[in-house]
Structures are given as structure tokens and as C-alpha cells.
């Protein structure tokens, strides 16, 4: 079992930075791939970005690729994510979740575990 809680969030302008912190708990964290998702108002959850269990492979959505950065540290059992030139279509709430073993990244459907989110909003 992983418990995920995330932090961070906040309201920002369009063009700053921000970084989301999702602390881990369960031994068995580091074994699992992890990711961010983000839900708008009125809008389904997607997928933001996806990290390997080591670091060493991600991925990004189309609408966030060279703006965010997801990277991980597991001897911290924290993933983060690093948001650059914000917009204000990235407001949303951003949820950190782990997939289940030989689930897709991307498939909100797909995940074993999730936190309770953060809320990002990026004020024009």
C-alpha cells in the first residue's frame, strides 16, 4: 500500500513557476511508476506527466511538454513537478498517483494508488 500527499499548489500569475511535491509513504514505493494528473472545472482528470520507477524515463502530455519537469527522488519517497511559464489553462487540481504493475501511464483507470490533490491557479 502507497499513500500519496501532495503540496505546493497555490494561485500564481501567467509566465511564473511553480513546484508540486508529492511526499510518499509505503516501502514499496520506489518500485512503482508514478505520475501527475489534472482535473478542471467541468473537465475530465488527464494525464500531465508519467516517471519509471528509476528516473530515468518520462513522459509528458503534448500540452505541457519543455514547460514542466517531472523528476523523483526516492530515497525522499517524493516525486515533484516542476511547472515553468505557467498558463491559465493549467489551472486545475494536479493529483499525484502511482499505476498499477503493467498498467498503462496515461490511463486514469490504471492507477493503484492516489493523493487528494493540490489546486493550481494561474491568474492572467
Known amino acids: 500500500q502507497v499513500h500519496l500527499e501532495e503540496s505546493g499548489g497555490g494561485l500564481v500569475q501567467a509566465g511564473t513557476s511553480l513546484r508540486l511535491s508529492c511526499a510518499a509513504s509505503?516501502?514499496?514505493?520506489?518500485?512503482?511508476?508514478a505520475g501527475w494528473f489534472r482535473q478542471a472545472p467541468g473537465k475530465e482528470r488527464e494525464f500531465v506527466a508519467g516517471i519509471n520507477w528509476s528516473g530515468d524515463t518520462t513522459n509528458y502530455a503534448d500540452s505541457v511538454r519543455g514547460r514542466f519537469t517531472i523528476s523523483r527522488d526516492n530515497a525522499k519517497a517524493t516525486v515533484y513537478l516542476q511547472m515553468n511559464s505557467l498558463k491559465p489553462e493549467d489551472t486545475a487540481v494536479y493529483y499525484c498517483?502511482?499505476?498499477?504493475?503493467?498498467?498503462?501511464?496515461?490511463?486514469?483507470?490504471?492507477?493503484?494508488?492516489w493523493g487528494k490533490g493540490t489546486l493550481v491557479t494561474v491568474s492572467s
Open positions: 498517483a502511482c499505476p498499477r504493475p503493467g498498467s498503462s501511464w496515461y490511463d486514469v483507470g490504471g492507477m493503484a494508488f
Open positions: 509505503g516501502h514499496t514505493f520506489s518500485m512503482y511508476a
